[in-house]
């Protein structure tokens, strides 16, 4: 059974830091592309960065500069690193995986996701 855990969000002041963490279980993590979405209230879930099994990665335009992803084969994780965060960036964070090489586009692409990680960032 493939299982995605988020860690790591929580509340944080505009121009702070915060590092997301997704570990997965139940799959051959080195096969998967892996990926970080988000969605705020009221608008629609985003893409915001991915990794691929050749360690290639896309970021969102908003993104750029700011967030880092990387992934921990050994471990079977994968980190998002955010600073100088923003308002704007306030959502839930999910992880989700998805089998083959190449950066996969759009939530439906992957079909494994977890449960997500709210952060808040304040004012």
């Known amino acids: 059974q493939v299982q995605l855990v988020e860690s790591g969000g929580g509340l944080v002041q505009s121009g702070g830091s915060l590092r997301l963490s997704c570990t997965a279980s139940?799959?051959?993590?080195?096969?998967?592309?892996l990926a970080w979405f988000r969605r705020a209230p009221g608008k629609e879930r985003e893409q915001v960065s991915n990794?691929?099994?050749?360690?290639?990665?896309y970021y969102e335009d908003s993104v750029k500069g700011r967030f880092t992803i990387s992934r921990d084969n050994a471990n079977n994780a994968i980190y998002l690193q955010m600073t100088n965060l923003k308002p704007e960036d306030t959502a839930r964070y999910f992880c989700?995986?998805?089998w083959g090489p190449g950066l996969r586009m759009g939530a439906g692409s992957f079909g494994h996701w977890g449960q997500g990680t709210q952060v808040t960032v304040s004012s």
């Open positions: 989700a995986a998805e």
């Open positions: 139940g799959i051959a993590f080195d096969a998967y592309g």
């Open positions: 990794i691929g099994t050749d360690f290639s990665t």
